[in-house]
């Protein structure tokens, strides 16, 4: 009982915190997108990739799916990756079952990772087009070759890995950071297939193989229309990626993981408590999971898999190339998820205390749902059952105080944006934290300007607030270009730039989360000089936050580049 009731407070938490993320935090640019294709999507228009690049799918049409139900609004498009989170904790319970032969120590791994961490819980309220879609597909396939490993005869295992891998690998190959292990123990798992059955043995793996392929199907057309830019835009190094294969496992031992296990804040990487609290709050929590994993690997030969995967994490993400990036944790979310698994399979593997031998028969009524045969425990002693339900009820208990402790720090900073744009949200916003975009975007069709420049980080938010009744493109790192066309082919289309008040740059940096001022890293002040200085006539249009130049003639981004010196 003091399991169930810890398990369901968890439950329970993580939809609090995340309605409440839901209904704090203003969309944008990047989420957005994903959101504009989920509309296009469910008009008729499908596509393979995120817009402007060569990778990332799958979670649009998720999102599409959900906006044909309940339309197109912000919350609906960022509440994808929390139903994705939900059914990932769901895999993970299942996982657990497989691995342990027990429900109750599944259903704790699957509360723990719906709830913890905090940077992974913040990024399950944030749409990026397919990061919730890699930890399904991931967890499956982990899933999947636990089955295999006692039963490499199983079809739907098979299936079920080759859909996955197929499918994540379609979202993106970020699913290497945790399928490496699963596929090279699946090639032992063939080899060793082969040598007990002997050709027939290939039968169901024949059967993964064309899931596999049925679900790379639209991967492999997209990417011939790319020429195979997959294969290399993902893991190419950008930026400081290029600090080589040892600085970005440094990156990600110092920043990132303690950000994931929930030691260090999103964004800002402050420890948690400072950083003495910090360090210990890693040290205890990467104690416990080694621990864990340790019993795991001994133990129970399925999750040994799972605890390499765990183990391997950190040297995989470090070879791909542009994971240089620690603010948000984006490229270790996967981990904790792995972790939680293998360590909570482990520790319920020890303090259930007794294994029935390999070859003993136990009675049918005391073989828990989902055990196998590979030594996994079949009943636990009445005995340790007190100490298994004070472990899971410690563990939800410092997995919820950790998250709500991040969390309170994060937006006790002032003028923070780690966690909420709320924080420190100025009038003109409280309340909901779109209500700026959707203003201006409602004010700019009623003042008739519906074709525009604006910066990227404005004109991606304002297109999904209109249903195409304004169109907004930014002036340069084009995601649409169809949008990009319209707006080209106006007879006039307005440049916007934040307002010229105090108020309205707070306003306007705030809800488009943006440093920038305007287009081309111009102002409005700037800009009007030019037009001036060409004998250009302009109106200007002041919508909220946010001002509408409008020359009295088109000016196009690469007549600006040529003209502004």
């Known amino acids: 009982m003091a399991t169930a009731v810890a398990v369901a ?160 690998w379609w979202a993106s190959p970020e699913i290497l950071y945790v399928a490496v292990p699963a596929l090279v123990a699946t090639v032992w798992i063939v080899v060793r297939a082969v040598r007990r059955h002997g050709a027939p043995a290939l039968r169901p793996v024949a059967a993964g193989v ?101 183990v391997a994490y950190p040297f995989i993400e470090a070879a791909m190339g542009p994971t240089w990036y620690w603010r948000d944790g984006r490229y270790g979310m996967y981990l904790p998820a792995v972790a939680v698994v293998a360590a909570v399979a482990g520790w319920d593997r020890w303090l259930r205390g007794r294994r029935l031998p390999a070859t003993a028969a136990p009675p049918d009524h005391l073989v828990a749902d989902g055990a196998h045969d590979h030594g996994a425990v079949r009943a636990a002693p009445a005995e340790n059952r007190g100490w298994r339900a004070a472990a899971a009820v410690a563990g939800c208990a410092c997995a919820a105080a950790s998250v709500v402790a991040g969390i309170d720090a994060a937006t006790a900073v002032p003028g923070s944006t780690a966690l909420s744009g709320f924080a420190a949200a100025p009038a003109s916003i409280t309340g909901h934290p779109d209500a700026t975009a959707r203003s201006v975007a409602e004010d700019l069709v009623a003042q008739h300007v519906t074709r525009a420049y604006a910066d990227y980080w404005v004109a991606y938010d304002l297109d999904l607030f209109t249903g195409g009744r304004l169109v907004v493109t930014p002036a340069r790192f084009v995601r649409a270009p169809t949008l990009a066309a319209t707006v080209a082919r106006a007879h006039r289309s307005a440049w916007l730039f934040a307002g010229p008040s105090t108020a309205d740059v707070i306003a306007y940096k705030q809800q488009f989360q943006n440093p920038e001022l305007g287009p081309m890293g111009m102002d409005a002040s700037r800009f009007t000089t030019v037009l001036r200085a060409h004998g250009i006539a302009y109106r200007t249009v002041p919508v909220g936050a946010v001002v509408a130049i409008v020359p009295a003639t088109p000016v196009t981004p690469q007549w600006v580049v040529a003209n502004s010196g």
Not at 224 to 229: G, L, P, S
């Open 9 to 168: 407070v968890l439950v329970v938490l993580g939809v609090i915190l995340r309605m409440w993320l839901l209904a704090h935090d203003p969309i944008d640019a990047d989420q957005a997108v994903v959101g504009l294709m989920a509309q296009a999507i469910d008009r008729g228009h499908p596509m393979v990739f995120y817009w402007g690049q060569a990778y990332g799918g799958v979670e649009p049409y998720v999102t599409a799916a959900l906006i044909a139900v309940f339309g197109l609004h912000p919350w609906v498009v960022n509440a994808t990756p929390a139903l994705l989170a939900a059914i990932g904790s769901l895999v993970a319970w299942r996982l657990v079952r497989a691995l342990s032969g027990s429900s109750g120590a599944g259903a704790v791994a699957g509360a723990l990772i719906w709830v913890w961490s905090e940077a992974d819980l913040w990024s399950s309220t944030r749409e990026y087009g397919f990061r919730g879609v890699v930890l399904v597909c991931s967890l499956l396939v982990l899933l999947a070759v636990a089955h295999l490993v006692d039963d490499d005869r199983r079809v739907g295992s098979w299936i079920l890995l080759g859909a996955a891998a197929g499918l994540g």
């Open 210 to 310: 064309v899931a596999a392929g049925v679900a790379l199907a639209p991967w492999l057309v997209g990417s011939v229309h790319d020429h195979f830019a997959s294969l290399g835009e993902a893991t190419a190094g950008q930026g400081p990626g290029a600090m080589g294969y040892t600085g970005r496992l440094q990156v990600f031992l110092v920043h990132t993981l303690p950000m994931v296990f929930g030691a260090r804040l999103p964004v800002t990487g402050a420890w948690l408590g400072g950083r003495a609290v910090g360090i210990g709050v890693l040290a205890a929590t990467i104690t416990v999971l080694l621990a864990g994993m340790a019993v795991a690997a001994r133990r129970l030969p399925a999750a040994r898999v799972v605890v390499v995967a765990a």
